[in-house]
């Protein structure tokens, strides 16, 4: 009996002064297992596997002397509870289980302990923190010993023992990791802890709050006076009554922002958050809080502040008025150009319908255009529309909508612009208008002219005819008049016929035949139909240069330029040599060059002469309306072309054209 109770004695010391529990463990076992006379001493850990099955692990023994160990052997290793059928809900009940091996209804229980040579057991469960943490066995191998009450209760005892001290290691632990992950946490986030005893008033700083200042911690002093001459003078007053409010519970959260100074001089911008634990009598008696620096988030947040300011100084600078609405067709956006445009404040217009604010005729084309962007990502609509401001005055404005955002996040809104355009408008209308008298006036004039031209050009004929048959004399110089006459009527044509195309470009009333077309095979078209038969028996030579390609164009239009250019080399170079035309194919134009060796341009009138009814000096004796290279200029324009000149005054000109391939 002493020696049970020196045994239990010496355990429960163990338990209480050694270091490793799992030393700990090894030597109460020992101390029990000598101290009981048994001949094995042992503990079972419970852990459950990853199908959560609770299973049996043998870590701990004592044998006697003469007792075979059984520390190792997989057979007491890794079982389920199930292969001892009662064993788990005697000991789950924190109730001992004891008794001879021959008596067990188990028969692998028995087959199990027989073939370890155990006559008697003990088993004693072991619980941490109200856990089922294992249990501890005692065997006997040689004599069938049966267990006494007592002895069963003072095992039981050390038992229970082993389990608090279990749960301290585990509180311990716990308590460690809580320390270690909070030490981290600081760490991780750059936290200035700092606590403050208001009743002494005594508070200290965390190294990581003195390194955000530039301290190293010997060089701080730890006290609120340091704090608060530290304070921006432009924040101290707010910092303190901030402070103050809450410690007086006029404020629920303490949480403020303020600058504090480096040791560098210049200021860090600080949140300071805390804390405080009040006595019985609701007094703060003391305060614990963290500062973070906020420099760089004050310095986007300043910098944002820049770019927003001058963001919306830009919107509202511009134009026109911008705005932005919800899929309701709602405005939750206006710059202040909407003021000047509509006469409507802001205020009033916000979440308003903006069909409200155009005639009635218009809303129906704005609805529709509206559904249609909301369909359409990056897709914008433009609409002349008719604005009612708030004087009821009615003014022409291009109204422009376009979808941005995404349907998956419901971020969508539709944005835009109203610019406007009133001015424009009557000044387009005021055009048309011009140039339908304009067209009318020399559609009807060229009628008047033709008309007479034709009477006359008849007439000059039948006078001819009854001359050559009356008077042969008289014919002869009634020739020369008719000559003179019928010249004069085919430059009136002319005139008549570039006028007609002039006012037909303007008014916009060309009907456009654009078609892939042979080139080459164009240019010998109009060359052998117009100018195959000069009264002075020259040509025109050609040369082809470059792959043949066809060109995008409406030919009418090219014959027409064609047959002015080609015309001018012969009229303004009249007993010279033959005029030329080179045909260059290059990358994405096809160039023609037009050469004479005629009279040339004065050079301060090459660019005149692009200029209606302009002639130029040297050539007021040639026949010409001083349209054709006007007509030439914008009928090569409506095919993205371009025409230029080179003369030398006496010497020729050169002109030059080009048409892309493809318009």
């Not at 009996?1 to 076992?29: C, K, P, Q």
């Not at 955002?405 to 835009?416: K, T």
């Not at 090459?606 to 040639?622: C, D, G, Q």
């Amino acid at each position: 009996m002493n020696n049970l109770l020196t045994g239990i004695s010496n355990a429960n010391s163990i338990l209480l002064e050694s270091g490793d529990y799992n030393r700990a463990l090894h030597d109460v076992v020992e101390a029990l297992g000598s101290a009981t006379g048994v001949d094995r001493c042992y503990i079972f850990k419970n852990e459950k596997d990853s199908e959560g099955v609770l299973r049996l692990y043998y870590i701990n023994e004592w044998c006697n002397e003469g007792i075979e160990v059984q520390l190792g052997n997989p057979d007491l290793s890794g079982h389920s509870y199930e292969v001892f059928p009662g064993l788990y809900e005697q000991l789950i009940q924190n109730q001992p289980m004891y008794g001879m091996v021959k008596d067990s209804p188990n028969p692998f229980f028995r087959e199990i302990m027989e073939s370890q040579g155990i006559i008697s057991y003990l088993f004693v469960p072991i619980f941490s923190q109200n856990e089922f943490w294992g249990w501890m066995g005692y065997d006997n191998c040689s004599t069938e010993l049966a267990w006494t009450q007592y002895e069963v209760d003072v095992l039981f005892a050390v038992a229970r023992n082993i389990g608090l001290r279990l749960s301290r290691d585990r509180i311990e632990q716990d308590h460690l990791q809580i320390i270690e992950r909070f030490n981290m946490s600081v760490q991780a986030s750059q936290q200035g802890l700092w606590e403050w005893y208001i009743d002494i008033n005594k508070v200290y700083f965390s190294e990581i709050f003195m390194k955000m200042l530039g301290y190293k911690h010997y060089e701080f002093a730890h006290d609120f006076e340091n704090w608060k001459e530290r304070l921006h003078p432009d924040d101290r007053e707010y910092a303190l009554e901030q402070l103050n409010l809450y410690l007086t519970r006029k404020k629920e959260k303490y949480i403020v922002q303020f600058r504090l100074q480096h040791k560098t001089g210049n200021y860090v911008w600080i949140q300071s958050s805390g804390i405080v634990k009040r006595n019985k009598d609701g007094l703060p008696v003391y305060m614990v809080g963290s500062h973070i620096d906020i420099s760089e988030i004050k310095l986007q947040q300043e910098q944002l502040q820049k770019q927003r300011n001058e963001f919306n100084n830009l919107i509202n600078g511009l134009g026109e008025a911008v705005f932005r609405l919800n899929l309701d067709n709602n405005i939750t956006f206006l710059n202040e150009y909407w003021t000047s445009l509509s006469d409507y404040s802001i205020k009033d217009s916000m979440q308003s319908k903006i069909i409200n604010y155009f005639v009635a005729e218009d809303r129906d084309a704005i609805l529709d255009a509206l559904e249609h962007v909301k369909k359409e990502v990056r897709e914008s609509i433009a609409l002349d529309v008719r604005l009612i401001r708030k004087d009821l005055k009615v003014i022409w404005v291009q109204l422009i909508l376009r979808k941005y955002g995404s349907d998956e996040d419901n971020s969508v809104f539709i944005a835009g612009s109203i610019i406007n355009i009133h001015e424009k408008k009557l000044s387009e209308e005021k055009e048309k208008e011009l140039s339908d008298m304009k067209e009318h006036f020399v559609s009807l004039t060229s009628h008047q002219f033709r008309t007479p031209l034709t009477v006359i050009f008849s007439n000059i004929e039948l006078i001819e005819l009854y001359a050559t048959k009356s008077d042969p004399q008289l014919a002869s110089r009634i020739n020369t008049s008719a000559e003179l006459i019928r010249n004069e009527i085919d430059r009136m044509t002319d005139l008549m016929n570039n006028i007609l195309l002039m006012g037909r470009y303007d008014a916009k009333q060309f009907n456009y035949n654009f078609r892939k077309t042979d080139f080459t095979g164009l240019i010998h078209r109009v060359i052998h139909t117009y100018f195959s038969n000069q009264p002075d028996g020259r040509r025109i030579h050609i040369n082809i240069n470059g792959k043949e390609q066809e060109v995008m164009m409406d030919e009418m239009l090219i014959t027409h330029v064609l047959t002015n250019i080609i015309s001018n080399a012969f009229k303004y170079s009249e007993g010279s040599t033959d005029p030329q035309i080179d045909v260059n194919y290059l990358d994405n134009v096809v160039e023609v060059l037009v050469s004479d060796n005629g009279i040339g341009i004065p050079k301060n009138e090459i660019e005149k002469v692009f200029n209606s009814f302009y002639r130029a000096t040297n050539t007021l004796t040639y026949q010409g309306s001083g349209l054709g290279l006007v007509v030439a200029k914008q009928f090569l324009e409506l095919h993205n072309g371009s025409i230029q000149l080179h003369s030398d005054l006496g010497k020729g000109t050169q002109v030059f054209l080009k048409i892309p391939y493809s318009k």
